[in-house]
């Protein structure tokens, strides 16, 4: 399995898929240079004129609602709506999940439009199916551990592969999940690292959309194992960063199937 994920990253640096990205004000920055990092060319794009066209020619889609307002939620309907159509991947980031009406009506209806992945902490998984949870803000006061049962019956009202982080991944898909125990906890001092996974799993469908669980698995591992990297060289959250990008890039296939924790999986 190590090796298939390292193949689907191998790609993602062969091809250059370009990934489309509606996401927010705070990390469109730190998403496009990751994306160019790992080998992807990412583009921010959400007029109303030209969004579909944009999706036409992406390879990939993802979708984060982090700081919604109603011209960027047509957007994203637009672009969601043209993704399911023409059956392309795509990623749905639910930031801040349970913590306003309005932001779970968006997800609603975001979620009519079948997405190929929903990656989120567990908190805001739980919230989409409506189990009880307490959201503060976009950070989870959940484990996602406790999320497993929420996040099987996600995937199977929606089909979608369903991705909780945290100190412990999770990539669930109908019967099945895995689980990922790389990362460390100074990644969560970098706003937007969660944001980011979302743009990598982007990537890594847009390579593998056949097989859209193990190509969220290889995200999640690029992810987790970077940021195990970075940390031991930086002396801080703003060292982390600039540490990370510079992993997405150098990143080589000896040190991530060294580091790479796969752990139980059903």
Not at 55 to 60: N, P
Not at 76 to 97: E, F, I, R
Not at 111 to 120: F, H, S
Request: charged share 15%; aromatic share 4%; net charge negative.
């Amino acid at each position: 399995m190590q090796e298939r994920l390292w193949d689907i990253i191998s790609a993602v640096r062969a091809q250059a898929p370009l990934v489309h990205n509606i996401t927010n004000y705070v990390v469109m920055n730190n998403t496009a240079n990751a994306l160019l990092a790992a080998g992807a060319s990412p583009v921010m794009a959400h007029a109303h004129p030209e969004v579909q066209d944009m999706v036409s020619i992406a390879s990939a889609l993802v979708i984060n609602i982090g700081t919604l307002d109603e011209y960027w939620v047509e957007s994203m309907g637009l672009a969601t709506q043209q993704a399911h159509a023409l059956q392309k991947p795509w990623v749905l980031d639910p930031v801040g999940a349970g913590a306003t009406p309005y932001r779970n009506q968006v997800l609603e209806e975001l979620l009519t439009y079948k997405p190929t992945v929903i990656r989120g902490n567990a908190s805001e998984i739980m919230a989409l199916v409506k189990t009880s949870s307490k959201t503060k803000g976009v950070d989870s006061t959940h484990q996602s551990q406790e999320a497993l049962t929420a996040g099987q019956e996600l995937s199977a009202a929606t089909g979608a592969v369903v991705c909780i982080s945290g100190a412990t991944d999770l990539i669930i898909h109908q019967n099945q999940y895995h689980s990922l125990s790389n990362g460390h906890p100074l990644m969560a001092k970098v706003t937007g690292m969660g944001c980011t996974a979302s743009a990598l799993t982007g990537a890594c469908c847009a390579v593998q959309p056949e097989d859209p669980f193990t190509a969220t698995l290889a995200a999640m591992a690029l992810m987790g194992v970077t940021g195990e990297v970075a940390a031991e060289q930086a002396n801080g959250p703003g060292t982390l960063q600039l540490h990370f990008l510079d992993g997405l890039h150098q990143l080589s296939k000896e040190a991530f199937l060294k580091r790479v924790k796969l752990g139980e999986s059903s």
